[in-house]
């Protein structure tokens, strides 16, 4: 069974620009959320999509936002980038709403220059 | 913030028990107790979970006190590929987010 995917691996970005990273949750998995590890602040809760539909968003600015499709893949965008919004991105999945373990993916890794 | 504290680092020798203590002395009565696991720049890896009694997988065991307020992870022969930092998390059944602390970094040496 393949596990969670993410997409890129690495993502070198200018300070302003726009990052759009990407997660495909283990088959049958409907949730969807996304973890910010930044160096000395760990693991921070960003967001969770549930069939489509954002259940809940960490303490975050607006300007990090996502979306989730049909098939239950799931895109988080990044506005306005910032120096320090240069981390590890995690994208975990699980089989229903809030219940169930978070299988996490290997991490997409942005760097703002 | 996280319910849990947890010791910074941890040493263990190969093939010995690993023992990894969590205290979370403000779990109310529907939270689970989760552990995951984290090698160098992976994504976490799930453990185990209980709410009260202990629990056994293929890969640790989760004791969970009587009263609740603490537990400890069980690594029954650890090896240098359990080097790794441990979280422990206290999780309401139905919210999706999980709360990482710092964790325990363990080592596990030759």
């Known amino acids: 069974e393949a596990g969670v995917t993410q997409s890129p691996t690495h993502l070198i970005k200018t300070r302003g620009q726009q990052a759009t990273l990407r997660c495909s949750p283990i088959?049958?998995?409907?949730?969807v959320y996304w973890y910010q590890q930044a160096l000395g602040l760990g693991l921070q809760f960003l967001l969770w999509?549930?069939?489509?539909?954002?259940?809940n968003r960490g303490n975050f600015p607006p300007r990090f936002s996502g979306r989730q499709f049909p098939n239950y893949s799931s895109e988080l965008n990044v506005n306005a980038l910032e120096l320090e919004d240069s981390a590890l991105y995690l994208c975990a999945s699980s089989l229903r709403q809030g219940t169930y373990e978070q299988y996490f993916g290997p991490g997409t890794r942005l760097t703002v220059t | 913030d996280a319910k849990t504290t947890q010791p910074p680092s941890m040493d263990c020798a190969e093939g010995r028990a690993a023992n990894l203590p969590c205290n979370h002395s403000t779990i109310s009565g529907n939270e689970y107790v989760y552990w995951y696991r984290q090698i160098h720049s992976q994504g976490p890896q799930y453990i185990i979970h209980g709410l009260k009694n202990n629990e056994t997988n293929e890969m640790a065991s989760l004791i969970i006190t009587e009263d609740r307020k603490s537990s400890t992870l069980i690594l029954p022969h650890a090896t240098l590929r359990d080097t790794a930092v441990y979280y422990c998390i206290v999780r309401v059944v139905g919210e999706g987010k999980l709360i990482f602390g710092q964790g325990t970094e363990l080592s596990v040496k030759p």
């Open positions: 088959s049958g998995h409907t949730s």
């Open positions: 999509y549930d069939e489509g539909e954002e259940r």
